[in-house]
């Protein structure tokens, strides 16, 4: 098992970097729930306790480590973190005890979880949805990212469909790679 492990942010987030509106995300996207899923499997996820919340319980092969300030917060399946620092010792400590387990840690939201490891995080995997909500009074956002730093590369575009709104997926790799 490496020592460094990459970072990757995986988000959903509208044209002005929305990516919720405080309870959960403004849309539903089928197909890509399972580009996620392909995404994130076999890695730890890095999260907040409103994202888990959301989510409702921990995901079939992947460790859910939830960041909170709540000492006393615990919930089934998941591992509770106060720090990202704590996050990605125990993300670390996950893949080095888990068979088959993928050398990347996944930020994997909300806002303000993002925002706390964008300086370790290597990749940004996005679907960028054709949108412009204003979030509501507790909008989540991505944080603005400073394009010098990072390599952009659009990946695939979606059309829209029905009530499913367009979206593009994107990559995006730092210039100079950090590792955890």
């Known amino acids: 098992m490496t020592d460094r492990l990459e970072m990757v942010a995986v ?3 509208a044209a002005n970097r ?3 509106d405080g309870d959960g995300l403004i849309w539903h996207l089928p ?3 399972k580009r996620v899923k392909a995404l994130t499997m076999g890695c730890p996820l890095i999260m ?3 994202t888990w919340d959301s989510i409702g319980r ?3 092969g992947r460790a859910s480590v939830v960041m909170t300030r709540d000492e006393s917060w615990s919930a089934e399946g998941a591992l509770r973190a106060s720090s990202l620092e704590e996050a990605i010792d125990l993300s670390r400590e996950w893949i080095s005890q888990t068979e088959g ?3 990347e840690i996944i930020l994997f939201g909300g806002g303000e979880i993002y925002a706390a490891g964008m300086a370790v995080c290597s990749r940004i995997e996005a679907t960028i949805v054709d949108l412009t909500p204003d979030g509501g009074p507790k909008a989540a956002m991505f944080p603005a990212l400073n394009e010098a730093e990072w390599c952009r590369e659009v990946l695939e575009t979606v059309a829209a469909d029905g009530d499913v709104p367009g979206y ?8 100079t790679p950090v590792r955890v």
């Open 18 to 20: 929305v990516i919720g």
């Open 101 to 103: 387990a993928r050398s």
């Open 168 to 175: 593009r997926y994107e990559r995006l790799v730092r210039a």
């Open 48 to 50: 907040g306790r409103r």
């Open 58 to 60: 921990a995901l079939p």
């Open 31 to 33: 197909a890509d729930l």
């Open 11 to 13: 988000v959903a987030m």
